[in-house]
């Protein structure tokens, strides 16, 4: 019980990187007994602080090829945790949105040029754009600032749609991201679906708060004496598709019968 036997100390870096190296010396000085992470970015910056506190990572992509763990099944050293990662995933959400306006060719893709993950993120997805026909504009970004001159470019260009990869930068201001994609009437499919209770109009991906839940059987296991590096990294089993109906109306968009049916949640 919170308060009683454990005490959770938070940080949040606001989408800001470099912030990392600070606030993972200060949860060392603090002597936590373990350290939870959400995505690859801050998994990496504990790993680079040399720490021997257990990490447990949540929603990373890619653990072994970044060199998070030896092995999905034999993680060894002191990380364990969840992947969010999913073959495919990023070609079945160009699919989903091609689904629901058939006519798009011409898409505007927000990815973190920050963040070794997303720079393959951003290959799979151009990939994927290859695959169907689509056409990509890439528009890398690390601050809000560039999040900003972004937005020049996609009125300049103007794409068919933005679709959003999965990083926290665009976790912390999916507000203005969402505001900027409803004042231009471009459709979307993303990553989170904080984003589309922001105003998108589908997110499909992993449930982020099934993982996060889930991260409390690590919790429980190491504080009871497993090692993390014995404990097998686990993959994601539950996937959501999330509709904002509000948003298609707004654009003029009839949602398929057959993709309604499919929905995990429908905002109305």
Known sequence: MEGRNI???????EGKYELFPVLITE???AKVDMIVTAGTPAS???????TSIPLIMIAVSEPVATGLVASFARPG???????????????KRLELLRELVPNISYIAVLWNAGSPIQVIQEKGTRAAADVIGMKM???????LKEIEKAF???IKEQPGALFVLADRLFLHHRELIMDFATQHRLPG??????LVEAGGLMSYGPSYAAMHKRAAYFVDRILKGASPGDLPVEQPT???LVINLRTAKALGLDVPATLLARADEVIE
Request: aromatic share 8%; charged share 20%; hydrophobic share 45%.
């Open 152 to 154: 020049t470019s996609i």
């Open 137 to 143: 504009l890439s528009l890398g970004v690390r601050s």
């Open 44 to 50: 990496l910056a504990v790993k680079d602080a040399n």
């Open 77 to 91: 050293g002191n990380i364990t945790g969840l992947t969010s990662m999913a073959p495919e995933i990023d070609g």
């Open 238 to 240: 539950t996937f959501e």
């Open 7 to 13: 005490e959770i100390v938070f940080r949040w870096a």
């Open 189 to 194: 499919v993303h990553a989170y679906r904080e």
């Open 27 to 29: 949860l060392i000085a």
